[in-house]
């Protein structure tokens, strides 16, 4: 598993990484802004979604100083350090390549491009930049996860020679970007199975390490 390259005395000598968080639909909602708003170490300074007085609301609440409704404004603030792309997967590739424009690092939602092509562009602008990109593989972190990696790499539980995987999902209507091809990209593998890949391949490489 990664570890932060970045040491929490480096962290208290900088001040906190000023974020700013781009969408605010449901998975920015459930998920990023709880933690964010009340994350050690980071300020969130800035909030970007098309809806703007859903983003103004959001951002009232949670006292978020400026809201923006164009990426290209949020990252005109000077006091940005970083992002978080939480926009539909179609946008992620051209929000993340503005962004690295702008000399930020990025913490994008998975997928992080629709193509492999698009990965290769993200890679290259972000070597060229000389900014992190992190893609949301967020399983990779919960304890079960890494504490089953521990077992692996030590061989307590001998040679991993397959991995099976499956996602239950309730059943929900049918609407919204997610079942809209061209915006989603993949339809089931891309919003369930790439998490299980994920996962699988770094079992296999923690059950490899000697």
């Known amino acids: 598993m990664a570890e932060s390259p970045v040491s929490n005395k480096e962290l208290k000598a900088k001040g906190p990484v000023r974020l700013g968080l781009v969408g605010a639909g449901a998975i920015a909602q459930l998920a990023h802004l709880p933690v964010l708003s009340k994350l050690k170490g980071a300020e969130l300074v800035a909030l ?5 007085p859903k983003a103004s609301a959001i951002a009232e609440r949670l006292k978020i100083p400026d809201v923006f409704t164009d990426i290209e404004d949020l990252l005109e ?8 792309i939480a926009t539909p997967n179609h946008l992620h590739e051209p929000h993340v ?4 424009k702008s ?6 939602e998975r997928p992080l491009s629709l193509t492999s092509r698009g990965v290769e562009r993200i890679l290259a602008a972000a070597k060229q930049a000389g900014k992190k ?8 972190f919960r304890s079960d996860v890494q504490q089953l990696y521990r077992f692996l790499q030590g061989g307590e539980l001998g040679r991993l020679i397959g991995v099976r995987a499956g996602q239950y999902q309730f059943a929900t209507t049918r ?3 997610r079942f809209r091809r ?11 199975g790439y998490p299980l890949v994920d996962l699988a391949l770094e079992a296999r490489a923690a059950s490899r390490t000697p």
């Open 182 to 192: 061209p915006e989603a990209g993949g339809g089931a593998f891309f919003e369930h």
């Open 133 to 140: 990109v992190v893609v949301g593989n967020n399983h990779r």
């Open 97 to 100: 390549l503005r962004a690295l």
């Open 103 to 108: 000399k930020v690092d990025v913490l994008c």
């Open 48 to 52: 970007c979604d098309n809806d703007g």
């Open 175 to 177: 609407t919204g970007w």
């Open 77 to 84: 603030l000077d006091q940005v350090d970083a992002v978080v």
